[in-house]
């Protein structure tokens, strides 16, 4: 079974910066492609970043792009995702997911993912 368990979230001020990490355990990470994903109060669960199994192909949502990093570490089966120049409208609970297809893709889909970590908050605010 896999398992993802997310870290690193918490209080920032506008314009400031936070790294959340997500290890996964059960399988190595490169064997799923990976998703970071987020939800705001009040609002449906939206795509923030995606990585297939390969880590060839790397994808942001427009929202993100430019001010977030998706990257992984292999030896320690951990993915990151570096968030940078953090507005307020970025608070929102942060998940990390895994999907399950064979082959390497980028998956922007909610519904593409079978495994899903806690979630772990990051609120902006001065």
């Known amino acids: 079974q896999v398992q993802l368990v997310e870290s690193g979230g918490g209080l920032v001020q506008p314009g400031g910066s936070l790294t959340l990490s997500c290890e996964v355990s059960?399988?190595?990470?490169?064997?799923?492609?990976m998703g970071w994903f987020r939800q705001a109060p009040g609002k449906e669960r939206e795509f923030v970043a995606a990585?297939?199994?390969?880590?060839?192909?790397?994808y942001y949502g427009d929202s993100v792009k430019g001010r977030f990093t998706f990257s992984r570490d292999s030896a320690k089966n951990t993915m990151y995702l570096q968030m940078n120049s953090l507005k307020p409208e970025d608070t929102a609970v942060y998940y990390c997911?895994?999907?399950?297809?064979?082959?390497?893709?980028?998956?922007?889909?909610?519904?593409?993912?079978?495994?899903w970590g806690q979630g772990t908050q990051v609120t902006v605010s001065s």
């Open positions: 990585m297939s199994r390969s880590g060839g192909s790397i």
């Open positions: 059960g399988r190595t990470v490169d064997r799923h492609n």
């Open positions: 997911a895994a999907n399950n297809d064979a082959y390497s893709a980028l998956k922007i889909r909610l519904r593409e993912y079978v495994y």
